[in-house]
């Protein structure tokens, strides 16, 4: 089992639309968990970091985290093309110096 | 320009040869971490370093790959005796700590390798 899981996509959403972005992971103690967005070509941005169980909005973003069931989750608002890119979702596996790891992303595709 | 630095953005090499990469954090940052990434794959791990330390190289190639991050100057990725499937982007982040719960990476613009 992966530590950290996304679908790899391309999720397809229409513009306006809530686009859904799920994560789930394997490592129970892991506490802080991190969303960022990736251009075609360019580097990681970091868009939102959660760590307490419930939701934390920010703008049209919402991160979504269930520690029980070992998931989060990003929710889009009012997609716009502009949102068309790759979500990387990172969780900080705890050990030494809390080490974060990587999903392999999730595509997404906002529809005009 | 606060922000982590990569150079070169692109490096081109021809199989046999030495590449290497630069990283210098953000202003204040002491943490280095470096990852690959392939062609539509996700971000792998490489290493992370402190200054004057490696902290962890789990993934790190055992041959032809090291790091460094001297007391002076940027943290350096050297990949000696390049082969094609050396081929890919390798970012550079940093962080001010490693033990917070919120303390996050942030990303360099990457360093586009071709081997030819």
């Known amino acids: 089992q992966k530590e950290v899981e996304q679908n790899s996509g391309p999720l397809s959403v229409p513009e306006g639309a809530i686009a859904s972005l799920n994560c789930t992971y394997s490592?129970?103690?892991?506490?802080?968990f991190f969303w960022y967005r990736q251009y075609s070509g360019k580097s990681p941005e970091l868009i939102m970091f959660?760590?307490?169980?419930g939701d934390k909005e920010d703008g049209r973003f919402t991160a979504q985290l269930n520690k029980a069931s070992q998931y989060v989750s990003l929710l889009i608002r009012d997609s716009q093309p502009s949102d068309s890119a790759t979500y990387l979702c990172?969780?900080?596996?705890?050990?030494?110096?809390?080490?974060?790891?990587f999903g392999t992303g999730t595509k997404l595709q906002v529809i005009p | 320009n606060a922000g982590v630095m990569q150079n070169p953005r692109h490096l081109v090499r021809r199989r046999g040869q030495e590449a290497r990469l630069r990283c210098s954090p953000m202003?204040?940052?002491?943490?280095v971490y470096w990852y690959r990434q392939l062609p539509e794959e996700g971000l792998k791990f490489m290493v992370y370093?402190?200054?004057?330390?490696?902290?962890?190289e789990s993934g790190m190639p055992k041959e032809r790959f090291s790091a460094e991050f001297p007391k002076e100057g940027p943290s350096i990725l050297r990949i000696q005796q390049v082969v094609r499937g050396d081929s890919a982007a390798y970012f550079c982040?940093?962080?001010?700590?490693?033990?917070?719960?919120?303390?996050?990476?942030?990303f360099g613009p990457g360093t586009r390798l071709l081997v030819l």
């Open positions: 982040a940093s962080s001010l700590s490693s033990g917070s719960l919120k303390e996050t990476q942030y």
């Open positions: 490592d129970r103690g892991s506490q802080s």
């Open positions: 959660i760590y307490s169980n």
């Open positions: 990172a969780v900080k596996i705890p050990g030494g110096y809390q080490k974060v790891t």
């Open positions: 202003k204040g940052h002491s943490h």
């Open positions: 370093l402190q200054k004057e330390n490696i902290i962890d």
